[in-house]
Nanobody
Framework: QVQLVESGGGLVQAGGSLRLSCEASGRTFSSYAMGWFRQAPGKEREFVAAINWSGGSTYYADSVKGRFTISRDNAKNTVYLQMNSLKPEDTAVYYC??????????????????WGQGTQVTVSS
């Protein structure tokens, strides 16, 4: 079992930055990959970024490439999403998720086994 708790969401102006954190507990953190997804009102949950077990491999959605950075600290059981140059269209609930395929940087939502409760990010114009 893996429990995930996100934090760091909030209200920010366009062009600003936020850093999301997701702390994991339960299964050994370095034994699984992690991803971030987001869901805007009335839309499906979409992939944002993923990182493998070691942090050595990452993958991003085209919409955030160059603006967002995913990273992890296995000593702190935490994955981060640094979000820069935020746009109003980044407004959504952001979820972290654990993928037991430790090597993976998949963008497929159904390949993730555990999910956090989400944290709201609102970007004002």
């Amino acid at each position: 079992q893996v429990q995930l708790v996100e934090s760091g969401g909030g209200l920010v102006q366009a062009g600003g930055s936020l850093r999301l954190s997701c702390e994991a507990s339960g299964r050994t953190f370095s034994s699984y990959a992690m991803g971030w997804f987001r869901q805007a009102p009335g839309k499906e949950r979409e992939f944002v970024a993923a990182i493998n077990w070691s942090g050595g491999s990452t993958y991003y959605a085209d919409s955030v490439k160059g603006r967002f950075t995913i990273s992890r600290d296995n000593a702190k059981n935490t994955v981060y999403l640094q979000m820069n140059s935020l746009k109003p269209e980044d407004t959504a609930v952001y979820y972290c998720a654990a993928n037991l395929r430790y090597y993976s940087t998949s963008y497929h939502r159904n390949e993730y086994d555990y999910w956090g409760q989400g944290t709201q990010v609102t970007v004002s114009s």
